[in-house]
């Protein structure tokens, strides 16, 4: 399934706190937050009918970065796996998965797995990677990320289609080498390219089901988008997104130390539906909160109060 818009429908899904625990957004209540609470969570938007739950993507941050980054970023797999066997509904999504640090045999077979283990409900995001010290770690040119990025989406296209898939190269070549289990999905789960650059939209453009954006998001680039697909020859459906930020539900009476979408739901709705006018097939949100609890409250307004808002 390319297309994450169903029915008129604008899709809505969120990143997972307490996975990662960066300064930039964690809230202070995640940093003593674990298993239990993140477990709540993803129930939360399983049950209050959230489209993805997403798991971000670092394998070691360097120290000079730790103070802003912080060093707690869960093992997207692993992590997505243990999510698929607590929920039901909601689709899991990797954002941002950085699949030139593994080879892209190494990355089929794990998101092939989750694809079967979770009953079809993967989609992989991926993205070019901005931390050079990890690069440098895994022996990889940081310079070159780009061109690594294209030859593992187009080698994953290759090893999710085909039992024995013949991989080119020149970084990952490789042939009869065959693996299962085969994704549910057909032609495996849908890859989702991150990025706001303009390589990441030509990218995004020739080589994916759909865009994540890091940045804001109009109706120009959305048009770029759209006339980059179309010199690309690519008519296929195809799934914008867009980050609202922070959001809470209801009337707000703390600080939140910077600015939020609040209100009740109606205006909530009125906003997103903006978005969905300008061709937006799904947002991200990050609900703010001062406690697990109150995340899970927030969660359950939302999707009792926006969500049959946004129905088409």
Not at 165 to 188: C, F, I, K, N, Y
Request: with cysteine; glycine share 12%.
């Amino acid at each position: 399934m390319a297309a994450m818009s169903l029915s008129g429908t604008l899709a809505v899904g969120m990143q997972l706190p307490i996975q990662s625990k960066s300064t930039n957004f964690a809230e202070a209540w995640e940093a003593d937050a674990g298993a239990a609470e993140l477990a709540r969570v993803a129930r939360a938007a399983d049950s209050a009918g959230f489209a993805y739950i997403a798991v971000c993507d670092h394998t070691a941050i360097p120290s000079e970065k730790a103070p802003v980054m912080g060093t707690e970023w869960w093992d997207t797999v692993a992590t997505l796996g243990w999510l698929a066997g607590i929920t039901e509904q909601v689709r899991l999504l990797s954002h941002i998965y950085v699949p030139a640090y593994r080879h892209p045999l190494q990355v089929a077979k794990a998101f092939s797995t989750l694809d079967v283990v979770s009953g079809g409900r993967v989609i992989l995001g991926v993205g070019a990677g901005h931390v050079r010290e990890e690069f440098d770690m895994l022996g990889l040119p940081f310079e070159q990320r780009g061109r690594l990025l294209d030859e593992s989406i187009d080698a994953l296209r290759a090893a999710f289609a085909e039992d024995y898939p013949t991989l080119p190269g020149p970084r990952w070549p490789a042939a009869d080498m065959g693996q299962h289990p085969r994704p549910v999905q057909e032609d495996g789960p849908p890859i989702w390219i991150g990025g706001s650059s303009p390589a990441a939209l030509r990218r995004a453009a020739e080589r994916g089901d759909g865009w994540l954006p890091q940045g804001p998001v109009d109706p120009e680039i959305i048009g770029r988008l759209t006339d980059l697909r179309t010199a690309a020859g690519r008519h296929e459906p195809f799934t914008v997104g867009a980050l609202v930020g922070p959001t809470f539900v209801g009337t707000l009476d703390w600080d939140t130390g910077g600015p939020v979408l609040s209100g009740p739901p109606e205006k909530i709705a009125h906003v997103l539906g903006k978005f969905a006018a300008m061709g937006v097939d799904q947002v991200q949100i990050r609900l703010r909160s001062r406690s697990v609890e109150e995340l899970v409250e927030q969660i359950e307004l939302f999707g009792t109060g926006v969500l049959p808002l946004l129905e088409g």
